[in-house]
């Protein structure tokens, strides 16, 4: 969590276990006994691993039922399946013997998918970790309009807020009562706030620039969205200085949002060093990278200036739901008030109090004087 190593909140990925997962994603029992694994992600909120099997490498990834059902992979694996017909490259999600993309043993769901091509190499460093390039960022903007335009189709249904899940209050049509029924209907959230004023900061720190950004947003088109879009949910091809998104990875938080919604998300990932990487006691702006990431977004999808003043209304707040989603996961999945702590003070209000002060506000007024392209 942040710059520190952490005890995962779920057991390693054992190599029995994915022998046992595997045999039900292959005809030959036996040769399934030689599945071997080669790396465990050292991601705290997720356990998954690389395994080899006779000459080919898949990615197997555990989830608590609680936090994926079986229903809601399936729905993932759907979007997946859409995007590759559409020409993006997301690996291909292995079936087992009786037809179904997802293995149950309970209380855990697994998932399997062929390694993806390309370079991983932001597997080892924190999540929402700052591109190391400007090109890097500039290839994930390309990466990410392409996205948009392949996704724009899916018919889904957003899928209902929950542990670890992206969504979005911004578009609610009362967005305090959207709020207030959140923390207030769901067990494990209200448990989880029970220390916290939850509506009294929602109305101190939240409604103004949720305000703010709904009122730009009455004709927006909702569509499905990646929802955790950084360097580590990518792989690249060719090197460093000349930069291409080679794969899509983890589609965990998808759903139906708005493509202003996931650009901002975007930023606020890969733009804001909310880690501090260098040490310098406040996050600073990769403005470079933030130019470098529109340009390539705008490379494919046009942006004029209203969506612009549009984006920067919306990044105050992009991070409201999952912020949300992540304190009801501390609290309610693995009891760690400490996290609930991280989550709710650092993150949901935090992100937000930032946004207010001048070095946010900089930021907002760079995204809303940035180049737009009217093509």
């Known amino acids: ?83 590759r017909a559409r020409g993006l490259s997301t690996p291909a999600i292995l079936a087992t013997r009786d037809g179904s993309s997802v293995y149950e043993h309970d209380p855990f769901v697994y998932e399997v998918h062929e390694c993806a091509p390309g370079e991983d190499r932001y597997r080892d460093v924190p999540s929402w970790y700052p591109f190391t390039s400007h090109p890097d960022a500039h290839a994930a903007g390309v990466a990410l309009a392409h996205f948009h335009r392949a996704a724009a189709d899916f018919p889904a249904a957003a899928w209902d807020f929950g542990p670890l899940i992206d969504a979005d209050l ?124 529109l340009a390539g977004y705008v490379s494919v999808a046009p942006l004029t200036e209203d969506d612009l003043a549009t984006l920067a209304a919306v990044l105050p707040v992009a991070h409201v739901a999952f912020a949300l989603s992540e304190v009801e996961y501390f609290g309610s999945i693995v009891d760690s008030p400490a996290n609930v702590e991280l989550a709710y003070q650092s993150y949901l209000l935090g992100h937000a109090r930032w946004f207010d002060s001048p070095a946010g506000r900089s930021l907002l007024a760079h995204v809303r004087a940035a180049t737009p392209s009217n093509r």
């Open 170 to 293: 911004v578009l609610a049509a009362e967005p305090d009562d959207a709020y207030r029924r959140l923390v207030t209907t769901r067990p494990g959230l209200v448990r989880a706030t029970a220390d916290y004023d939850v509506l009294g900061d929602f109305a101190s720190f939240l409604r103004e620039p949720i305000r703010v950004a709904k009122a730009r947003l009455e004709h927006v088109t909702t569509q499905w969205t990646h929802g955790d879009w950084h360097g580590s949910n990518l792989t690249w091809s060719g090197p460093a200085d000349a930069a291409r998104v080679a794969s899509v990875l983890d589609l965990g938080l998808s759903n139906r949002t708005f493509a202003l919604h996931d650009l901002a998300i975007a930023i606020e990932r890969s733009v804001v060093d909310w880690l501090d990487t260098a040490g310098l006691g406040v996050p600073s702006i990769d403005y470079g990278s933030l130019d470098a990431l």
């Open 1 to 83: 969590m942040a710059n520190d190593l952490v005890t995962p909140d779920w057991p390693a990925i054992t190599e029995s276990e994915a022998v046992e997962v595997l045999a039900h994603f292959t005809d030959d029992r036996a040769k399934a006994s030689a599945a071997a694994v080669t790396w465990r992600s050292p991601r705290p909120m997720s356990a998954a691993a690389l395994v080899t099997l006779g000459d080919a490498t898949y990615f197997v990834k555990r989830h608590d039922a609680r936090v994926r059902s079986s229903e809601r992979l399936a729905l993932e694996h759907a979007f997946a399946r859409h995007l």
